[in-house]
């Protein structure tokens, strides 16, 4: 087996595992399988040592499948367990030998928590148009606001 098809099987398995997590998570959010269940994935993935970067990536899939659901539990015994897993998360992205796409990975869903589970990339589907047009409209309300003597502006209607 030559190397370019050794590279190619282990991307192929790579994206293989990454669905099978994310299939995982969906029949977690669909209630098919237990919190309990999902949460022992979870300390299966991070473990107790130094994750290997194939975890690393996988727990990532993981929680950005399901972390919003488990962050909306009522067990305090989950609760305290996320909280454990997010300050391990942190950990890991910060340790010295982190290479560095893992650290951002790992970065990328302590964000995604802390801005309540809504990826950013919905901050920058708007088309330009929709951007100027409501810059249009904060201006004509600040003006409104502080009683700008300005004649008031309509904004142009979009085709």
């Excluded at 669909?30 to 309990?36: A, G, R, T």
Aim: hydrophobic residues 30%; glycine residues 6%; aromatic residues 6%.
């Amino acid at each position: 087996m030559s190397d370019e098809d050794f590279e190619y099987l282990q991307i192929k398995l790579k994206k293989h595992m990454i669905g099978n997590v994310n299939f995982i998570g969906q029949l977690f959010n669909v209630k098919l399988l237990k919190e309990k269940v999902m949460h022992t994935c979870i300390r299966h993935l991070i473990g107790s040592g130094n994750p290997s970067t194939e975890d690393c990536e996988r727990l990532c899939a993981l929680l950005t499948t399901i972390g919003k659901h488990l962050d909306q539990t009522t067990n305090n015994q989950y609760r305290k367990a996320m909280e454990d897993t997010f300050r391990r998360l942190k950990g890991l992205a910060f340790k010295k030998d982190q290479d560095s796409r893992v650290k951002f990975m790992l970065l990328d869903v302590v964000d995604l928590r802390a801005n309540g589970w809504k990826p950013r990339q919905e901050n920058f589907s708007q088309k330009i148009e929709e951007i100027h047009r409501e810059a249009k409209e904060e201006e004509l309300r600040q003006d409104y606001l502080n009683g700008s003597s300005r004649p008031k502006q309509h904004l142009e209607k979009q085709h």
